[in-house]
């Protein structure tokens, strides 16, 4: 099975750029998509497709996917970003959805 | 627009059967593409099952041994069926709608969740 791998945990001061890892092989050759789910709530689509924000999603975050890496940035940082970030994939192999192990995304 | 709202016990005995139901409003199950994606307490998410359009099902290789995924039309709800639980299946629940294509998939919106406890 596809294994993606995120780092636990990303810290950053509010106005900082916060970038949020999701690592697999190759995984520059599929598409990612990423969730924001904040404490006690279900998950939220925040990208799809590697670049692509969903309507009500705010121009601050940006995707990108190259080579083994696809990365979550979100710019300007506030408070209300603070939040367990995933990132998922599909595994044409095994033809089912994985999903990174998550990020926490503390606003210092 | 899509809501979706899950339903079904809080607690379930060790070696019995999960039954949770999901209900879609702003559109027809016929329509679109449906998962369960589980959340066990503090971890990370673990997709279970989908049910498509036509009504083609695809399970978790690790949990298909344990699994059905079904639907009412009628009701515009579908559900998912666990058997055999144990304390690991203990998890917040969601219902999602599928987007994408057979090669990408993503879930959009996603029910509020539903904690399941396997305990006696």
């Known amino acids: 099975s596809y294994v993606l791998t995120q780092p636990p945990s990303v810290s950053v001061a509010p106005g900082e750029t916060a970038r949020i890892t999701c690592a697999g092989n190759n995984i520059g050759s599929i598409s990612v998509h990423w969730y924001q789910q904040r404490p006690g709530q279900a998950p939220l689509l925040v990208m799809f497709y590697d670049t692509t924000r969903p309507s009500g999603i705010p121009e601050r975050f940006s995707g990108s996917n190259s080579e083994n890496t696809a990365t979550l940035t979100i710019s300007w940082v506030e408070a209300g970003d603070e939040a367990d970030y995933f990132c998922?994939?599909?595994?044409?192999?095994?033809?089912?959805?994985?999903f990174g192990g998550g990020t926490k995304l503390s606003v210092l | 627009q899509v809501q979706v709202q899950e339903s079904g016990p809080g607690l379930v005995k060790p070696s019995e059967t999960l039954s949770l139901t999901c209900t879609v409003s702003?559109?027809?199950?016929?329509?679109?593409?449906w998962s369960w994606i589980r959340q066990p307490p503090g971890k990370g998410l673990e997709w279970i099952a989908y049910i498509g359009y036509t009504g083609i099902t695809n399970y978790n290789p690790s949990l298909e041994s344990r699994v059905t995924i079904s639907r009412d039309t009628s009701k515009n709800q579908f559900s998912l069926q666990l058997r055999s639980v144990t304390a690991a299946d203990t998890a917040v629940y969601y219902c999602?709608?599928?987007?994408?294509?057979?090669?990408?998939?993503?879930?959009?919106?996603w029910g509020q969740g539903t904690l399941v406890t396997v305990s006696s």
């Open positions: 998922q994939v599909w595994d044409n192999s095994g033809d089912h959805p994985v």
């Open positions: 999602a709608r599928d987007h994408g294509s057979s090669t990408s998939k993503w879930f959009d919106p």
């Open positions: 702003g559109a027809s199950i016929r329509d679109y593409d």
